[in-house]
């Protein structure tokens, strides 16, 4: 199970994503969003796109 501390800045547009794997920064709007791997052991951005609200999102890695 991770666990995974989120901390919100420039009104939901910027999150900067702490977890015991890493740090990531992820840009983006409800419903669309680019996460860029900045420390640790993820080393792919990726892409998620989802409904807001439903709980459905689907999470890409790009260049795979």
Do not use: D, Y
């Amino acid at each position: 199970m991770k666990f995974q501390k989120r901390n919100n800045f420039l009104n939901g547009l910027l999150r900067i994503n702490t977890s015991g794997s890493g740090v990531s920064a992820s840009i983006g709007v409800p419903g669309f969003r680019v996460n860029i791997p900045l420390l640790g052991k993820a080393k792919t951005p990726g892409v998620t796109v989802g409904i807001p609200g439903s709980g459905i999102s689907h999470h890409q890695k790009l260049g795979e």
